[in-house]
């Protein structure tokens, strides 16, 4: 069900994270893996223009999404950023995912034509250690077949492991209530 999202604030430091008594969803992806288009399609209102204004993009942006908060984590693919701001960046989702006791679950948002590499298991790595949920959602399922889609779901359950994969189109407007009923029953209502 589309529905309106509130932005609540940006940080970066723990001390800043907004105080509320929702589950918190974290969510990240590689930059232009359709983070942001996925995010639209969950809301009636297109909340991720806040997350991608400048001076935003490097912070973790929280929504009220009614049922739960939503953590809108900075895009990663590092390849044109510098060795400060890598690390910057794994700190701070490092701190937020170690240290956050409202975290429900992430959300690993992946173009479903890409492979499974080091930033994807590195987030994988935390869940594991960590102990909370993660389930990816595969976006641009409309650049390929279903039997390739189908293809690509099954390859990476076996690679990592992961039950929790889905294949979604922004465009086509498909996968996502199935994403935020999945995350609602298993996250949240549990
Ligand atoms: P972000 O950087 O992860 O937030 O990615 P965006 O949501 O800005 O999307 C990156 C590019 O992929 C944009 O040009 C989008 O229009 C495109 N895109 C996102 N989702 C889809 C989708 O489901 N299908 C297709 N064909 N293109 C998409």
């Given at each position: 069900m589309p529905k309106q999202i509130r932005f609540i604030k940006s940080a970066v430091l723990e001390k800043d994270y907004p105080v509320h008594k929702k589950a918190e969803v974290a969510i990240a992806g590689r930059s232009n893996a359709g983070k942001s288009s996925f995010i639209n399609g969950l809301?009636?209102?297109?909340?991720?223009k806040v997350s991608s204004t400048p001076g935003k993009t490097r912070l973790l942006n929280f929504f009220d999404m009614d049922s739960f908060v939503l953590v809108d984590m900075p895009g990663y693919g590092?390849?044109?950023?510098s060795g400060d701001e890598i690390r910057d960046w794994h700190k701070m989702i490092e701190v937020y995912l170690n240290s956050r006791e409202s975290l429900a679950g992430l959300i690993l948002v992946m173009d479903i034509r890409r492979s499974w590499s080091e930033d994807e298991e590195l987030l994988r790595r935390f869940s594991e250690t960590q102990g909370f949920p993660l389930a990816v959602v595969l976006t641009k399922a409309d650049k390929m077949s279903r039997s390739q889609m189908l293809q690509a779901i099954n390859k990476l359950k076996k690679e990592t492991g992961l039950s929790a994969v889905f294949a979604t189109s922004a465009l086509k407007k498909t996968g996502q209530e199935e994403v935020e009923d999945y995350i609602y029953d298993n996250w949240i209502k549990a």
């Open positions: 809301a009636t209102n297109k909340i991720a590092f390849a044109a950023r």
